[in-house]
């Protein structure tokens, strides 16, 4: 019984060496060297029609495109892709988690897929820089390499949907109601800062995505990512500000802090965060309390009132050493409205509650149900009590 491991391994290495790296080399060159490998490699030892057709398949993607999990990058269906070293690769398919049957080669045959993708977002990653967000393709991926990652380099992919969700899929989906999001709507246009919270993976970014297609077509919009992954629809006057890394080159990191300050001098009507985790929270409740009205982030949090907790401890983070009473001033001014998102027991994902921050009071931030999910639908709860903004829009 012949090692079809150990083989493809073998013509791997073979093929590479015959590759002419001087020059560009189109895919239909990279086939014939395959194919003739293979067959001198059937001369010696019988191949099956199946087994030359995967042979031939396992070299292309390993040569010219991501290995082993090129498969799952071209199935739709697929949502997410965790490889957890060589042998360990799980998959996400319509909320279900299960374990893949294939794995890769070895160390180096994944340090090379992993070196391709960061590449191609122009991100270094190695063992000085072990940690690293990058995309690929519509995807957002995170590499985890050693020494941090022990069982082995550690690839996150989450693919988001190729063309934008906009709300009347989530109202399909059953996400939303329509009551809520014509209210969402009208808050948009008229210019409420807004805060998107939830757990991981439960629809933020395509909230946020679906959401910014209210934003009237005459704003310049400015869009501050981690990672660029936001798709923003219909605004002609956009601009999009990625991160960086620090890198061995000697580049400096440009932060999202670094960004959010530079936006401020880009005249914004609107800015857009991906995602605060840190001190950066505080650089964007100061962008939303200065004239930014209509601005719109996202953040990680259990509920609406536990995304108000996070909002104070991330700007601590900031290292300002500011009074607690006067953090909580901050954010009761600069959010008006939580849209809190989270994923049922059946891995749906749905609108759980719409908040209103109606100020500050007694040291607490005060806050206002409108919206909450009652374990069926999303149900109203309460009243807009903020309506200056509606009332100068004229849509209240």
Same mark, same amino acid.
């Given at each position: 019984?012949?090692?079809?491991?150990?083989? @493809?391994?073998? &013509?791997?290495?073979? *093929?590479?060496?015959?590759?002419?790296?001087?020059?560009?080399?189109?895919?239909?060159?990279?086939?014939?060297?395959?194919?003739?490998? *293979? &067959?001198?490699?059937?001369?010696?030892?019988?191949?099956?029609?199946?087994?030359?057709?995967?042979?031939?398949?396992?070299?292309?993607?390993?040569?010219?495109?991501?290995?082993?999990?090129?498969?799952?990058?071209?199935?739709?269906?697929?949502?997410?892709?965790?490889? +957890?070293? !060589?042998?360990?690769?799980?998959?996400?398919?319509?909320?279900?988690?299960?374990?893949?049957?294939?794995?890769?080669?070895?160390?180096?045959?994944?340090?090379?897929?992993?070196?391709?993708?960061?590449?191609?977002?122009? @991100?270094?990653?190695?063992?000085?820089?072990?940690?690293?967000?990058?995309?690929?393709?519509?995807? @957002?991926?995170?590499?985890?390499?050693?020494?941090?990652?022990?069982?082995?380099?550690?690839?996150?992919?989450?693919?988001?949907?190729?063309?934008?969700?906009?709300?009347?899929?989530?109202?399909?989906?059953?996400?939303?109601?329509?009551?809520?999001?014509?209210?969402?709507?009208?808050?948009?246009?008229?210019? $409420?800062?807004?805060?998107?919270?939830?757990?991981?993976?439960?629809?933020?970014? !395509?909230?946020?995505?679906?959401?910014?297609?209210?934003?009237?077509?005459?704003?310049?919009?400015?869009? *501050?990512?981690?990672?660029?992954?936001?798709?923003?629809?219909?605004?002609?006057?956009?601009?999009?500000?990625?991160?960086?890394?620090?890198?061995?080159?000697?580049?400096?990191?440009?932060?999202?802090?670094?960004?959010?300050?530079?936006?401020?001098?880009?005249?914004?009507?609107?800015?857009?965060?991906?995602?605060?985790?840190?001190?950066?929270?505080?650089?964007?409740?100061?962008?939303?309390?200065?004239?930014?009205?209509?601005?719109?982030?996202?953040?990680?949090? +259990?509920?609406?009132?536990?995304?108000?907790?996070?909002?104070?401890?991330?700007?601590?983070?900031?290292?300002?050493?500011?009074?607690?009473?006067?953090?909580?001033?901050?954010?009761?001014?600069?959010?008006?409205?939580?849209?809190?998102?989270?994923?049922?027991?059946?891995?749906?994902?749905?609108?759980?509650?719409?908040?209103? *921050?109606?100020? $500050?009071?007694?040291?607490?931030?005060?806050?206002?149900?409108?919206?909450?999910?009652?374990?069926?639908?999303?149900?109203?709860?309460?009243?807009?009590?903020? !309506?200056?903004?509606?009332?100068?829009?004229?849509?209240?």
């Amino acid at each position: 019984m012949k090692d079809l491991r150990a083989l @493809r391994q073998e &013509l791997h290495d073979l *093929i590479l060496k015959e590759i002419d790296l001087s020059r560009e080399v189109s895919d239909e060159e990279v086939e014939e060297l395959i194919s003739s490998a *293979i &067959l001198a490699a059937g001369k010696r030892s019988y191949l099956s029609l199946e087994e030359k057709k995967s042979l031939m398949e396992d070299l292309f993607d390993s040569i010219r495109k991501k290995g082993v999990i090129q498969a799952l990058l071209d199935d739709p269906s697929v949502t997410e892709i965790m490889v +957890n070293g !060589t042998d360990s690769i799980f998959v996400e398919k319509a909320g279900r988690l299960f374990r893949w049957d294939k794995s890769f080669e070895s160390k180096e045959t994944l340090g090379d897929v992993i070196q391709q993708i960061a590449a191609s977002s122009n @991100r270094v990653v190695n063992e000085a820089s072990p940690i690293v967000d990058a995309r690929l393709n519509g995807c @957002r991926v995170n590499i985890v390499m050693n020494p941090v990652a022990l069982n082995g380099p550690v690839i996150t992919i989450r693919r988001f949907p190729e063309k934008p969700v906009r709300m009347d899929d989530l109202i399909r989906f059953g996400s939303i109601n329509t009551e809520a999001v014509d209210f969402l709507k009208k808050l948009v246009v008229s210019g $409420y800062n807004i805060f998107i919270s939830g757990g991981t993976g439960s629809g933020k970014t !395509t909230f946020l995505n679906a959401l910014s297609a209210f934003i009237p077509e005459d704003t310049r919009v400015i869009t *501050i990512e981690d990672s660029a992954e936001l798709q923003i629809q219909g605004i002609p006057n956009l601009v999009s500000l990625e991160t960086r890394n620090a890198n061995v080159e000697g580049c400096i990191p440009i932060t999202m802090r670094d960004l959010i300050k530079s936006s401020l001098r880009m005249r914004p009507d609107r800015i857009i965060v991906g995602e605060v985790r840190d001190g950066a929270a505080f650089d964007f409740l100061q962008a939303a309390n200065t004239g930014h009205d209509g601005s719109l982030s996202t953040g990680h949090a +259990n509920s609406a009132r536990d995304m108000l907790s996070r909002l104070e401890t991330m700007v601590l983070m900031a290292g300002m050493e500011l009074p607690l009473a006067a953090i909580r001033r901050q954010i009761a001014s600069a959010v008006d409205i939580i849209v809190h998102l989270g994923r049922l027991k059946d891995k749906s994902r749905k609108v759980l509650e719409i908040t209103e *921050i109606t100020g $500050y009071e007694n040291g607490e931030i005060i806050s206002s149900p409108l919206y909450s999910f009652d374990g069926n639908s999303l149900k109203r709860t309460g009243n807009l009590k903020y !309506t200056d903004k509606l009332e100068r829009s004229g849509l209240d």
